[in-house]
Nanobody, 118 residues
């Protein structure tokens, strides 16, 4: 059973930066596509960024140039660097694992709260 544990969330001012992490255990991390999602109150969960096993990345338009997803297979960890944060970046950030490579995320973490304040 794959377990994902996010960390690093917190309160940051507009324009600030934060790095959140997701540590995986119980599976073959290097063979999983990994994604970061976020959900704000009253909103649907949305994909923020993802990274494939071959390190190909995807970003939603609203975070391109500001966020960076990376992975360290030796540490079974995926990261999301959040720069130039905006109020609308606030939400609960979840990481997820896609073991089959078809963007079907089967394993989810519990989430970490990111709050951007003015």
């Amino acid at each position: 059973q794959v377990q994902l544990v996010e960390s690093g969330g917190g309160l940051v001012q507009v324009g600030g930066s934060l790095t959140i992490s997701c540590a995986a255990s119980g599976g073959s991390f290097s063979s999983y596509g990994m994604g970061w999602f976020r959900q704000s109150p009253g909103e649907l969960r949305e994909v923020v960024a993802d990274i494939s096993t071959s390190y190909n990345t995807f970003y939603r338009d609203s975070v391109k140039g500001r966020f960076t997803i990376s992975r360290d297979n030796a540490k079974n960890t995926v990261y999301l660097q959040l720069n130039s944060l905006k109020l609308e970046d606030s939400g609960v950030y979840y990481c997820a694992a896609d073991p089959l490579g078809g963007y079907e995320y089967q394993y989810w973490g519990q989430g970490t709260q990111v709050t951007v304040s003015s």
